[in-house]
């Protein structure tokens, strides 16, 4: 397992120097240290690289990260692969605390458990170059009132992409598509719950 540490700001912001050095799927550990204080959360590095990306959070640092806000994906063209934002390990995970989730643009694929016990979330907004969402994508987005999903075309799904669901939690889809999301495999089971972005 790989460790990078980085100190916050007075703002709480810190930038990690990742390195290449990590095998595709190792275990890598993001260390934050403030005032004496240290937070930690791990990753899963990706198989490949593909052009960098940028994980940013909205919030602020006092009781980091208790008082995160929002987090956004971006700089990524192509597949964010399996397990990549996990919240695992604990109640204590940065990305269980995440109040909602925006994926920007370019992104092209979501793999199996990508954003799964992302608990926190109250919305997630995916992005019309998204065509496929794996399974366990989503699982135990139990606080999500909203999915954004901005593709005219269903993504493909899997029975179990958003297992355990919120069960008021709503798609967002643009207007022209609802039909085509009711009729589509397995966002089927998801019919009374579509509604035109």
């Known amino acids: 397992m790989a460790t990078y540490t980085g100190v916050a700001d007075a703002n709480g912001d810190f930038i990690i120097p990742f390195s290449t050095s990590y095998t595709g799927g190792q275990k890598v550990t993001v260390k934050a240290e403030k005032g004496g204080a240290e937070k930690s959360i791990e990753l899963n590095a990706p198989s490949e690289v593909v052009g960098g990306g940028i994980l940013s959070f909205s919030g602020n640092g006092i009781s980091?990260?208790?008082?995160?806000?929002?987090?956004?994906?971006?700089?990524?063209?192509?597949a964010i692969p399996f397990y990549c934002f996990a919240a695992l390990f604990g109640a204590s995970h940065i990305f269980e605390k995440v109040k909602g989730l925006t994926i920007e643009s370019g992104v092209t694929s979501l793999g199996d458990y990508a954003f799964q016990y992302w608990t926190g979330s109250l919305f997630v907004d995916i992005p019309?170059?998204?065509?496929?969402?794996?399974?366990?994508?989503?699982?135990?987005l139990n606080s999500c009132d909203t999915i954004f999903i901005r593709a005219t075309t269903p993504p493909g799904i899997q029975s179990t992409s958003f297992q355990s669901l919120k069960s008021s939690c709503i798609f967002k889809v643009p207007s022209g598509s609802v039909d085509t999301y009711k009729a589509a495999p397995n966002w089927s089971a998801y019919s009374s719950r579509i509604q035109a972005i």
């Open 128 to 140: 019309d170059t998204v065509t496929s969402i794996g399974g366990y994508t989503f699982q135990n």
């Open 64 to 78: 980091f990260p208790n008082n995160i806000g929002n987090a956004t994906v971006s700089g990524i063209n192509g």
